[in-house]
């Protein structure tokens, strides 16, 4: 066990609070620099009074790592047979080298019985302040009301100097790897006509 006992102190207005997140590293010095486990916390969820948190540290990603989030909205609809799926918003959005042409948008699509629905797709924004917001809403036509779906999201961006760059995606669904993703499918499959809308990580792509 190593304690630090140390402080660091950020400037930070409520607005810039509620898209901000805090990316802590644990690096060993010796023989050279190296990052050996990194975990993200979203500054979104702090509130006025002071609080302690564990993290799970992961070990670092070799690629290059997102830690931008989605904003979602899923609701079941089993009398006309559709999964609504609203895209609300994106935040830490990566910076570009040129940001005045770079755009991002997301691309959602649902599986079930092996097959792969039509893809759909929000329209590209600017992002301002590290986030865009889209409030898009999709209907999925569902082949079976017998047999699970679950749903990829996933967000790129593009600029006029590169090609569009999936940047990561959020699974929905039963098997998704992500505990929030999971929570937020069973809420929505538990109870049809409800609106589940909860922020995700996107997971490598």
């Given at each position: 066990?190593?304690?630090?006992?140390?402080?660091?102190?950020?400037?930070?207005?409520?607005?810039?609070?509620?898209?901000?997140?805090?990316?802590l590293r644990l690096q060993t010095h010796n023989p050279r620099k190296r990052t050996v486990a990194e975990c993200v916390f979203s500054l979104r969820q702090l509130g006025s009074e002071e609080s302690e948190h564990w993290l799970d540290l992961k070990q670092p990603s070799k690629s290059s790592v997102c830690h931008s989030e989605l904003h979602l909205s899923t609701l079941f609809q089993p009398v006309s047979g559709r999964i609504q799926?609203?895209?609300?918003?994106?935040?830490?959005?990566?910076?570009?080298?040129?940001?005045?042409?770079?755009?991002?948008?997301?691309?959602?699509?649902?599986?079930?019985?092996?097959?792969?629905?039509?893809?759909?797709?929000?329209?590209?924004?600017?992002?301002?302040?590290?986030?865009?917001?889209?409030?898009?809403?999709?209907?999925?036509?569902?082949?079976?009301?017998?047999?699970?779906?679950?749903?990829?999201?996933?967000?790129?961006?593009?600029?006029?100097?590169?090609?569009?760059?999936?940047?990561?995606?959020?699974?929905?669904?039963?098997?998704?790897?992500?505990?929030?993703?999971?929570?937020?499918?069973?809420?929505?499959?538990?109870?049809?006509?409800?609106?589940?809308?909860?922020?995700?990580?996107?997971?490598?792509?």
């Amino acid at each position: 066990d190593v304690t630090f006992m140390e402080t660091f102190v950020f400037a930070l207005s409520l607005q810039q609070l509620q898209c901000s997140a805090l990316v802590l590293r644990l690096q060993t010095h010796n023989p050279r620099k190296r990052t050996v486990a990194e975990c993200v916390f979203s500054l979104r969820q702090l509130g006025s009074e002071e609080s302690e948190h564990w993290l799970d540290l992961k070990q670092p990603s070799k690629s290059s790592v997102c830690h931008s989030e989605l904003h979602l909205s899923t609701l079941f609809q089993p009398v006309s047979g559709r999964i609504q799926v609203k895209v609300l918003a994106a935040q830490n959005l990566p910076p570009s080298a040129s940001p005045l042409s770079q755009v991002f948008f997301v691309k959602a699509e649902m599986h079930q019985l092996g097959h792969v629905a039509i893809e759909k797709k929000t329209r590209a924004l600017r992002p301002s302040g590290g986030q865009c917001r889209w409030e898009e809403t999709f209907h999925f036509q569902l082949a079976s009301l017998e047999h699970a779906c679950s749903m990829s999201l996933r967000l790129y961006s593009r600029s006029s100097v590169r090609r569009k760059q999936c940047l990561g995606q959020v699974q929905l669904g039963f098997d998704s790897p992500l505990p929030e993703a999971v929570e937020q499918w069973k809420d929505t499959m538990a109870h049809p006509e409800k609106e589940v809308t909860a922020w995700h990580r996107l997971s490598p792509p």
